[in-house]
Every structure is written in structure tokens, then in C-alpha cells.
């Protein structure tokens, strides 16, 4: 991947963050995704 391909990657990841966020500030959203991504593997490797 050349420098130019990671750089727009990097911009549309950043873009999609934001309109996935919509009004919920920076901060908020990235301990959202947090908890809920820890749930998840919470979920997946806990034994039954």
C-alpha cells in the first residue's frame, strides 16, 4: 500500500467514524465502541 493509499484510508476511516458518531462527542463515542467491543469478546471467550 503506497503512502497516498494509507493516507486516504486513514481519511475515509476518520470520516465513516464521524458519521457513524453523529452528535456524541469524540470521547463518548470511543468508550462506547470500547465497552461494547469488550462485551463482545466478553461474550465469545467465556466458557458456558
Known amino acids: 500500500m503506497s503512502e497516498e493509499q494509507r ?23 470511543r468508550d462506547y465502541i470500547l465497552i461494547r467491543h469488550n462485551c463482545q469478546n466478553k461474550k465469545r471467550f467465556t466458557p458456558p
Open 7 to 29: 493516507r486516504q484510508l486513514q481519511q475515509q476511516l476518520w470520516n465513516i467514524a464521524n458519521t457513524l458518531r453523529g452528535k456524541m462527542g469524540a470521547d463518548e463515542f
